[in-house]
């Protein structure tokens, strides 16, 4: 076995696992680290400027590219300024394996400045945490968190790791890489039991989650709605694409209000969830999302999820692009003639409903095109529009984006990017670590005004990186979705017309000067005309363009 230090063992670990790029902003705590970079040349280190930032860049890089990715933070402080935007990644199912350096163990019982019980800080946010205390532990340690952290359900893994086990020396067995079979295929009984109850649905709906882009299986899901002739859905806090969003049976996202979902589910007489979370919501309602005695069958990666809120007729373990295609196949041996006829008509209504419904979208866009400041939703329907079919989309309008999925032409697993966690700062920083990932294809990142204010240091990091990315402020100088939700109480607030410290003027944050102060070109505009002609340059630019857009401040119900 060979002699080497911590920090070299740890570089060879990581290129051993695959890790190509680490983001972090280095303290103390990581000097070790920044020296054994310094020869590096095969492991790429992105700086963010603060944590909550890098946590997102490395969120975004990861679930573009599907690999695990490295993300070192600064000791207690850093690892909790990191920790809103690691609760997305763990929301995103991101493969994440996060450290934080940690004072040399043979100071830490005196409590040293900086120091805290870092694993247990991070252990609510990821599936494994601990600090390595031996330098001969380092290669299992790095090999168990990154096998962790890609087996499914994915999501990030936290490592503590002591200033010694990075300076020490030792012979070191580096060990190899292991990983879990990713395509998990359901129990044969349990799909046998759901093809017999889709069969002989009338009216059944699909509802698409993140395991189906994890999977990259798009056209086998469309395959199932096809041949069920259901629609489609995507789940209410979607962080990627996993339905083509051109296909006429695709219906959009769900709203995350109990007594929308029950309206939806009690016009079809069973749910087929394909990974789709059986519900997070964001208020409490009159009552059950889902009505009593409701057949549903689910799918998914995550045991935990399986009828963990609502009772499922069957529920299926498994990978949807290994189970979807034997799912289909039982649902078409198992019907009937009468039923088979049945499901090619319901495909044709279904289809035209869907045709149509898209028309209605875009006739409500068209007559408030001409309205001034923009209108948000033909602000959505113009950058559906006009973006390229390889372009991709990170989404955090927040509540801007009414009708965003069904104008973008996102039909593939790289296309589009959510914010799942709900943690609101995280779309700036992931479209960095997105482009990092896909750097030939067009990226462009749809930021409600208060959103980007949390982490706009970001575009720091896409200066210096010189990354093309468009970054769109949408920009209603408030925290418009906060005065919706107080107006609904109908309190003092509504009675009053106040809403106290949700508005952000006086003065009005000139987000042109801050681009323009961190390296990018940037622009105002106030017209959709103006708008396209932004972007269109934007997209062509040479590096990162920010433009912010004036858009209706209006919010009060009509």
């Known amino acids: 076995m060979p002699m080497m230090p911590g920090k070299t063992a740890l570089l060879e670990l990581l290129r051993q696992e695959g890790v190509r790029v680490i983001f972090g902003n280095p303290g103390t705590t990581e000097l070790p680290l920044m020296d054994a970079l310094a020869t590096e040349r095969e492991l790429r280190y992105v700086l963010a400027l603060q944590e909550a930032p890098a946590m997102a860049m490395a969120d975004g890089y990861a679930q573009a590219s599907g690999q695990c990715v490295a993300v070192n933070l600064h000791a207690a402080p850093g690892l909790g300024n990191a920790l809103g935007m690691l609760y997305d990644a763990q929301k995103a199912g991101s493969p994440l394996l996060v450290t934080a350096g940690q004072h040399d163990q043979r100071f830490n019982f005196t409590e040293p400045l900086l120091w805290a019980d870092l694993p247990a800080i991070a252990r609510p946010f990821v599936k494994w945490s601990e600090e390595v205390r031996r330098l001969e532990d380092l290669p299992r340690a790095i090999h168990r968190a990154v096998k962790t952290a890609l087996a499914p359900p994915m999501g990030p893994v936290f490592l503590s790791l002591p200033g010694d086990i990075l300076t020490e020396s030792a012979d070191i067995d580096l060990g190899a890489p292991s990983r879990v079979a990713f395509g998990i295929r359901g129990d044969a009984a349990a799909i046998a039991r759901a093809a017999e109850l889709i069969a002989r649905a009338k009216s059944p709906v699909i509802m698409a989650g993140d395991a189906v882009a994890q999977g990259d299986a798009l056209q086998q899901l469309a395959a199932?709605?096809?041949?069920?002739?259901?629609?489609?859905?995507?789940?209410?806090?979607?962080?990627?694409?996993?339905?083509?969003?051109?296909?006429?049976?695709?219906?959009?996202?769900?709203?995350?209000?109990?007594?929308?979902?029950?309206?939806?589910?009690?016009q079809h007489d069973l749910l087929i969830s394909i990974g789709g979370d059986l519900f997070t919501l964001s208020l409490p309602g009159t009552g059950e999302a889902m009505p009593e005695d409701?057949?549903?069958?689910?799918?998914?990666?995550?045991?935990?999820?399986?009828?963990?809120?609502?009772?499922?007729?069957?529920?299926?373990?498994?990978?949807?692009?290994?189970?979807?295609?034997?799912?289909?196949?039982?649902?078409?041996?198992?019907?009937?003639?009468?039923?088979?006829?049945?499901?090619?008509?319901?495909?044709?209504?279904v289809k035209a409903e869907g045709v149509a419904s898209l028309a209605k979208l875009n006739a409500m866009a068209d007559a408030v095109c001409e309205r001034h400041p923009i209108h948000p939703l033909a602000l959505m329907q113009t950058i559906g529009r006009q973006l390229p079919d390889d372009a991709v989309v990170i989404d955090e309008t927040v509540s801007s984006g009414n009708g965003l999925r069904r104008f973008l032409r996102s039909n593939d697993a790289q296309s589009f990017f959510g914010l799942r966690?709900?943690?609101?700062?995280?779309?700036?920083?992931?479209?960095?670590?997105?482009?990092?990932?896909?750097?030939?294809?067009?990226?462009?990142?749809?930021?409600?005004?208060?959103?980007?204010?949390?982490?706009?240091?970001?575009?720091?990091?896409a200066s210096h990186e010189k990354l093309k990315i468009v970054f769109v402020i949408i920009n209603n100088t408030s925290y418009r979705i906060l005065k919706q939700r107080t107006n609904a109480m109908k309190g003092l607030a509504a009675q009053s017309d106040t809403y106290v410290?949700?508005?952000?003027?006086?003065?009005?944050?000139?987000?042109?000067?801050?681009?323009?102060?961190?390296?990018?070109?940037?622009?105002?505009?106030?017209?959709?005309?103006?708008?396209?002609?932004?972007?269109?340059?934007?997209?062509?630019?040479?590096?990162?363009?920010?433009?912010?857009?004036?858009?209706?401040?209006?919010?009060k119900p009509v």
């Open 224 to 266: 199932l709605a096809e041949a069920v002739g259901a629609p489609v859905y995507d789940e209410s806090m979607a962080s990627r694409a996993s339905f083509p969003s051109t296909h006429p049976l695709y219906r959009g996202p769900l709203v995350r209000l109990p007594e929308v979902i029950r309206g939806m589910l009690s």
């Open 294 to 349: 409701y057949p549903v069958v689910h799918l998914d990666t995550n045991p935990w999820e399986l009828a963990k809120n609502y009772p499922e007729t069957v529920s299926i373990l498994g990978e949807p692009g290994a189970t979807l295609p034997e799912l289909t196949a039982a649902v078409i041996a198992a019907r009937s003639a009468p039923q088979a006829e049945a499901a090619v008509k319901r495909l044709e209504h």
């Open 421 to 461: 966690g709900g943690g609101i700062g995280w779309g700036l920083p992931a479209a960095i670590g997105v482009k990092l990932a896909l750097p030939n294809r067009p990226v462009v990142a749809l930021i409600g005004d208060g959103s980007a204010l949390y982490t706009i240091q970001g575009l720091w990091t």
């Open 501 to 555: 410290a949700m508005d952000l003027d006086k003065p009005a944050i000139d987000f042109v000067s801050v681009a323009r102060g961190f390296g990018l070109d940037a622009h105002r505009v106030s017209t959709l005309g103006d708008f396209e002609e932004r972007l269109d340059q934007a997209l062509a630019a040479d590096g990162p363009t920010l433009i912010d857009v004036e858009v209706d401040r209006s919010w």
